[in-house]
């Protein structure tokens, strides 16, 4: 009687520890959630649009947008085109802000920029300055300045409706401010979720 009860808790925990083993294996999002939250890394940089638009800080867990960054795809040498010489420096393919033209630029003073966020929808704002700020609320048809940011410096928005924003910077007559104006769109094309200030004070949207 004693073998068969010993037997019994044996099986017992050898199925409790297969369902355990399928559960953590079965769920990588679950542990890099985990890997998150130890080590206070933002829960937006995992949820959409941010999870597949923009990578999460330094030592955080990658996301979608961080495969595509580092992921860069092999360039074939063609027979008319020689091979890279051992020791050249080597060559990457241009960032998006060096293809594009700049929305709008600001000149930094010092280093740093102010930005003016005015939400002209209804609706709540949710934002956050990479690397400097906590996520925020900004009020429904209600404003905030971000003073003293050192540039390059991005930062993140979007709708908490999830409704889409059009977004409109513009250099004022202030030395180094930053009027950025975030409304309503039904277009989709037109839909942003981050900024992006170079050292340069050149500004992109994306």
Known sequence: MSCDRH????NLFGAVSTVLSGVLLGTPALAVELVA?????????????????????QGCPPNA????VTETPSTPVSPTQPAP???APASFPPTPEQLEDPVATVTPVNGTVSVRL?????????????????????????????????????ITFY???????????????????????L??????????????????GSVFLN
């Open 7 to 10: 037997n019994a808790h044996f």
């Open 65 to 68: 947008a961080s495969s595509q």
């Open 159 to 181: 709708r908490e409706d999830r409704g889409l924003l059009a977004v409109t910077p513009v250099a004022t007559a202030e030395p180094g401010v930053l009027e950025v104006t």
């Open 85 to 87: 010489l051992p020791g």
């Open 37 to 57: 939250q130890v080590n206070n890394c933002p829960g937006i940089f995992y949820e959409e649009p941010f999870n597949s638009s923009v990578a999460p800080p």
């Open 183 to 200: 409304d309503e769109t039904t277009d989709l094309g037109e839909d942003e979720t981050a900024l992006v200030i170079q050292e340069t």
């Open 118 to 154: 005015i939400n002209s929808t209804a609706a709540v704002i949710r934002y956050q300055v990479i690397e400097d700020t906590e996520l925020r609320s900004l009020a429904g048809e209600s404003e905030v300045t971000l003073q003293g940011l050192a540039t390059p410096v991005t």
